[in-house]
């Protein structure tokens, strides 16, 4: 195990599909394994810690680094800037570790064009009828923001689907209908993607 | 594991996708495995035994079968009848066996509507290149042949794309880049799905 090199892994998945969950689990199971740390241009929360939550950075250093072609992806939330450091994934895979990257599929497409060779997962809620109950469920979103976050996901299986006739965007999608089976598979997804 | 009910593992895929070298390495590794054995109405050939590549019969017997909804899906092959047992899988379940069926994307919509709690896996080529670089390596189909192969995977990825949008054909998707890998994964599928 020491001397080889971190593969990079890609997760996707709509919310409330339960990604974060799973990758709660696969970090606490995988000591090899290490979720990518976003940089962005937002202020940080009273709880929130530079380097472990985020790298907080102002918008010109943002800016300065995605002229130099620093980040894999980056977006743009409302005047905020996120963005994945590719420095911070190659500098982990040269270590040796896994790095993990829950992100949404427009931002994998990105990922994908530069780091080919990454593993993408992609979480399916069971239906859209289930998708909205979890959505529900939980609570914290109005109605109007529910519907939005549906209109998202059946958007996102559109544009998975369509990718799936030339090259495939994804290595595995799985329909998670049990967190716990998902986790057993995503890990051992890990372990085999070492195989070869 | 003994008062187990079993499950039906209902596995997918394009010609050339290794499908058959995945179930035999999953039935070589897993005891309480066993593969569904298709009824059909062709002859047999020298090598074939009753009861074990198929359950030989006749057309009358197949009809009659086919009339008590015996049938999870069948199809006719230049008028030769092919049909999956109802009773097979179901007896088998009944003991505590898993049941692996390999079938077409046609087929496993059928079986679908029938045993709609069956988990579905569908394996897919890396890409429509690569598929078409295995089917050529085989070297066993002429060229109209395996334009033809490919179109019909081109197809099927297309139907199981359309089934995305609503239900789910699929539970599990797995892009076949090593045979070593996906045997891996669905292997934990296969012990994964006993967790619930």
Known sequence: MSNRTGKLFVISASSGTGKTTLAQALLQNDKNLIQSISYTTRQPRPNEINGKDYFFVTKQQFFGMREKGEFLEWANVFGRYYGTSRTFVEMHQKLGKDVLLLIDVQGA??????????????????????????????????KAEIARRLKVAQ??????????????????????????????????????????
């Open 109 to 142: 497409k990105k990922v994908k064009k530069l780091m080919p060779g990454a593993i993408y997962i992609f979480l399916s809620p069971p239906s859209k009828e289930e998708l909205r109950r979890r959505l529900e469920k939980r609570g914290t979103e109005s």
């Open 155 to 196: 958007q996102e299986l559109r544009e998975l689907n369509a990718m799936y006739d030339g090259r495939y965007l994804c290595d595995y999608r799985i329909v998670n209908r049990d967190i716990r089976k998902a986790t057993e598979i995503v890990k051992t997804i890990i372990s085999a993607e070492h195989l070869s």
